[in-house]
Structure formats: C-alpha cells, structure tokens
C-alpha cells in the first residue's frame, strides 16, 4: 500500500525562523515520485518540487530546501528565514511506477509564520 | 497560456438543487480529477478520469457525478443526494500522476 504521513498539523513561527516540514511516505515500488504543493489562503494549489527515487540529492531553491532520505522514507522540506507570505497550506505527495493513475497526498501542515 | 480554468468562484445553491461545477483544461492533459476539500481539512478524491469517455470513483463518489465528453472537459455534478456539498472544490489535470497535477483555482460552494 501507499501512503504519506504529515504528522504536523499545524506549526506557528515568527517571521525569520526557519522550519521543517516533515514528510514521510510508503510504498513497495522502487520507482517513485514526491511533491510538494503550497497551498496559499486564495486555495489554489502550485507545485513546488517534484523528486524521484534514484535522486536523492538535496535541492535547494532560495530560502527553500528538500531533504530526501531513502532510509527512513522522508522527504523533509525547509523553509529558511521564514516570511508571513510563507503562510500557507503544504502538502506532500507520492506517485509509484505501479500506481500512475493518482497522487496519494498527505493531509496537509498548516504553516502560520506571524511578523 | 496553457492552464485550467475552474468556474464559478463562488457557487450558492438551496438545499435539494443539482449543480453543476466546471472544470476545463488547455494542457493537452489525457487525466482530470475533482477533489473536495473541508476547512482545516486535507484532499479527498471524489472522481478521475484517465481517457475520455471512461471515469472512476474516488473516495467519496456518493452524491457526486461526473462526465468526461471531451478532453479537455471534466465537469463535476453534485446531486440533491449529497448531505453535505458546502465545500470547496478543487479540480486537476495530469499527463501522468508520475509528472504531477496541475490546479485550477477552485470552486467554493455554499448550500444553504
């Protein structure tokens, strides 16, 4: 079976703080593909990054950061140096080569950075 | 621009009505799903559609309906049989779940 795990409900920052979204996701395929999506108070979602399984390097783009660890099956996202317009909905998400019909999403982190 | 257009924004119906919430994509997309989305909730499917003509129930297809004529159209239906339809509405467009969904903007509707 598949599945992704957000245990973080919701997290409260002060603006400039830097915070980790955790993400932890199963599945017995050995190719696979995770996302993250921000979902901003307007509702809509947008992409963020898209990684698959036989890269596990880091990125990073501006204040924004993805740990990928095979091992323990997360794939961690940070936001460095927080800002209110971080303030936002994300979600992690999987796809697997045996199940290309859907994404299977986590239930989401609220994330309220305060100035 | 290449992109998915959900429409209305706001939706307001009296309790007992079909509506109908629509859903069109220029992306050249072969996949289309509708996701319903509660306050301080998460995603829940309610229909995909990987081809034209041919669809599947999500999670929670109760109450709901869905048709899939043309490519680029995926208009989702919710009936008077759905207890609660107040609910904002999210609709998406895939090549492959593999490469990731495209969102459109949403739809939020209000049954009163």
């Known amino acids: 079976a598949q599945k992704v795990t957000q245990a973080q409900t919701e997290i409260s920052v002060v603006e400039k703080e830097d915070v980790t979204l955790d993400c932890v996701y199963e599945t017995r395929d050995t190719t696979y593909y995770l996302f993250w999506y921000k979902q901003p108070p307007s509702g809509e979602l947008v992409f963020l990054i898209r990684?698959?399984?036989?890269?596990?390097q880091n990125e990073i783009s501006g204040r924004y950061s993805w740990n990928f660890q095979k091992s323990t099956s997360s794939f961690n996202f940070t936001i460095t140096a927080s800002q209110v317009v971080d303030s936002a909905v994300y979600f992690c998400?999987?796809?697997?080569?045996?199940?290309?019909?859907?994404?299977?999403f986590g239930t989401g982190t609220r994330l309220q950075v305060f100035p | 621009d290449g992109g998915i257009t959900q429409s209305p924004k706001y939706l307001f119906r009296k309790e007992g009505q079909n509506v109908t919430l629509s859903c069109e994509q220029n992306?050249?997309?072969?996949?289309m799903y509708w996701y319903r989305q509660d306050p301080g909730q998460g995603l829940r499917l309610i229909y995909y559609s990987q081809i034209v003509n041919d669809f599947q129930k999500g999670d929670i297809a109760e109450g709901y309906s869905v048709s899939r004529e043309k490519k680029e159209s995926f208009p989702l239906t919710v009936t008077s049989a759905q207890k609660n339809p107040t609910a904002f509405y999210l609709c998406?467009?895939?090549?492959?779940?593999?490469?990731?969904?495209?969102f459109g903007s949403g739809t939020r509707l209000t049954v009163v």
């Open positions: 990684r698959n399984s036989f890269d596990e």
């Open positions: 998406a467009s895939s090549i492959n779940a593999v490469y990731g969904y495209t």
């Open positions: 998400a999987l796809a697997t080569s045996y199940n290309t019909d859907k994404l299977i």
């Open positions: 992306l050249n997309h072969d996949a």
